[in-house]
């Protein structure tokens, strides 16, 4: 959840790691007034259309090969105070996504590792998805101190990834980058952030912060569910 984003592409202050185009983001944080909203997107296969040439079906081509599975993006957010002028909260959550059919493969309904057999049924496809959970509470503790806490908690999948790129191979086969999914589970991505802001004058600005990331991530190819 970003209230701002700054991209430098040039000129940066001495507080900047690296040169080039640098993006600075700032959370939105929560207010007197309490505030809400949501996104609801979503598309599939019926919108769209996947016909394939006669020469292509001659080359031994299936006659529709609709790439797309479905599209979604899911979100909503709030914010508000806890108590007036001192202090406030602000959280969001999102859920994200989208499948990509391969042309010609399909998932194995062999049930055995030591042979393919093509479910003609169930075509294969690559399955990205991303959730994301955020929230961030501001502590006004005097007239000029104020503390910020936030926190992230981020999972998703780049499931059988090659599938959707059109990689002639079996779903089972294919690595998959995963955060928190598959054999094992795990926490997938913990972001937490801590500030402390102190406007010493109209001239002088005191600023602290630290931020801790925790993340797990994988490659493999077992452990995985068609959803």
Known sequence: AVGETVIDTGGAGADTETGGANINMIPREGSNSFAAKGIIAYTNENFASGKVSDALIARGSADDVQYMRKVYDYGVSLGGAFVQDKFWYFGAAR???????????????????????????????GNTYIRDGSTRFSFQASEKHKLVFGLTVQRGCNCWLVIGFGVPSAPRNATSFTYTHGEGGGHGMILNQYEWVYPASNNLLFQAGASFLIQQVGFGNSGLEQR
């Open 95 to 125: 859920f994200w996504g989208g499948d990509t059919y391969a042309a010609n493969n399909h998932f194995d309904k062999s049930g055995t590792p030591y042979a393919y057999e093509a479910d003609l049924d169930n075509r294969a496809y």
